[in-house]
């Protein structure tokens, strides 16, 4: 993978790249949009609580995949409200502290999801 930084933009402000291309030949990655959801059923309180249960799960998505956080491309999402902003944005930098090639990443602010304790939902594009 090769990040995609041209000169002359404004460079990334937080933890992504503006762009990131696939090697040739890549197979493609995608998860659903993952919620704060542990594997017991409970939903913790707190954008990052609820963030780091959506990064473990797409952790065990790209392991199924026989790839890793390294493989990501994109990262997509979504918070409920700016005051969650920042947990995710914890939550997200832990996430990948370690990866060489930050992913391209858009996040929005949406009026709610399936249920209202929800406040993170998190969705990645992998090459393999």
């Known amino acids: 993978m090769r990040p995609l930084?041209?000169?002359?933009?404004?460079?990334?402000?937080?933890?992504?790249s503006h762009g990131v291309i696939a090697p040739k030949g890549a197979q493609l990655i995608a998860?659903?949009?993952?919620?704060?959801?542990?594997?017991?059923?409970?939903?913790?309180?707190?954008?990052?609580?609820?963030?780091?249960?959506?990064?473990?799960?797409?952790?065990?998505?790209?392991?199924?995949?026989?790839?890793?956080?390294?493989?990501?491309?994109?990262?997509?999402?979504?918070?409920?409200?700016?005051?969650?902003?920042a947990g995710y944005m914890a939550a997200r930098d832990r996430w990948l502290s370690d990866v060489a090639v930050l992913p391209a990443s858009t996040l929005m602010i949406v009026s709610g999801f399936t249920r209202p304790e929800f406040v993170v939902e998190i969705e990645v594009l992998a090459a393999l």
């Open 31 to 85: 998860s659903s949009g993952q919620l704060g959801l542990a594997q017991d059923g409970t939903v913790p309180e707190g954008a990052e609580a609820q963030a780091d249960i959506c990064f473990a799960n797409i952790d065990a998505i790209l392991a199924e995949a026989g790839a890793g956080r390294g493989a990501v491309l994109r990262l997509n999402a979504y918070v409920t409200d700016r005051a969650h902003m």
């Open 5 to 16: 930084a041209p000169a002359t933009i404004a460079p990334p402000f937080a933890r992504y």
